[in-house]
């Protein structure tokens, strides 16, 4: 996350990943060769044509598409199709589809459409791995497309940062007066949740679960069972397989 980057993560990432993304901020051409130094591709989600055509121009590898179906902090102003579409014309990496997957359907379309894979977010805090808080879990199982919204509200320690989450802990959270909702642990450190503040509920924390930010996207419609990411992704491939074979007749 290009607001907060330590350069030190970024060398550690890159010595031990094979890829490296990175998100919200202008593409850095410096620091794409300092992935590529060490040995690492380099990929760049991004929000709008433009700052797809300078991830390619900054050297990346990859570029991830992000519409504004999507959960958590949203870059751009164009939902999904139309954006893939966009830069799908002019660019010649690869491009990763992001924003409202969680079906093999949806999946199948953004293969369709010329994306060579997707990202995935909201379905996988339900995963049987995520270390996201189970109340944050049973909301999101609870929810529709039409329960989120992006919204600044979040924003204490990352302000003018647009995020879709579920509208319901905008309310709850705009309901409290208190300035502190629980607390949280961060590798061996409990910190306070301030009302309003970016973090969201993990197993580890505690207080007002309700009121936190729950980032959410619009895929949260298809996220209504707990399984293993295994099983999710291999339900996805399978099925987004099938769906792509039958069109093709
Ligand atoms: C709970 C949550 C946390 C996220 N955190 C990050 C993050 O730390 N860095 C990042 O690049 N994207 C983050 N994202 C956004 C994803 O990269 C991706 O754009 C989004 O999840 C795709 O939409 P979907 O949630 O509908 O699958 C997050 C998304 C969610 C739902």
């Not at 593409?27 to 044509?49: I, K, R, T, Y």
């Not at 949260?220 to 099925?239: C, E, N, W, Y």
Request: hydrophobic letters at 45%; a negative charge; aromatic letters at 4%.
């Amino acid at each position: 996350m290009i607001p907060f980057l330590d350069r030190e993560c970024v060398t550690v990432a890159a010595r031990k990943s094979r890829l490296v993304e990175f998100f919200y901020g202008e593409p850095d051409p410096e620091l794409v060769q300092h992935v590529h130094d060490l040995g690492a591709l380099a990929s760049w989600q991004v929000g709008s044509l433009s700052e797809a055509i300078a991830a390619e121009h900054a050297g990346c590898d990859v570029v991830v598409a992000q519409g504004t179906e999507a959960g958590g902090h949203v870059r751009g102003q164009t939902s999904l199709f139309p954006l893939l579409s966009e830069i799908l014309e002019v660019l010649r990496i690869p491009v990763i589809a992001a924003g409202g997957i969680a079906t093999a359907r949806d999946l199948a379309a953004a293969l369709a459409c010329g994306a060579s894979g997707a990202r995935i977010g909201t379905r996988f805090v339900a995963a049987t791995e995520s270390g996201a808080h189970p109340l944050y879990v049973k909301a999101l199982i609870d929810a529709s497309a039409a329960d989120t919204c992006v919204t600044e509200a979040f924003s204490v320690m990352w302000p003018n940062a647009p995020h879709r989450v579920l509208r319901s802990s905008i309310a709850a959270a705009e309901a409290l007066s208190e300035d502190i909702l629980g607390e949280t642990r961060v590798g061996d450190q409990v910190l306070p949740v301030q009302r309003l503040s970016v973090i969201c509920p993990t197993t580890e924390t505690t207080g007002h679960i309700g009121a936190m930010a729950l980032y959410a996207g619009e895929s949260v419609s298809s996220v209504r069972t707990v399984l293993p990411a295994a099983d999710i992704v291999s339900a996805l491939v399978s099925g987004a397989t099938q769906e792509l074979e039958r069109a093709a007749g």
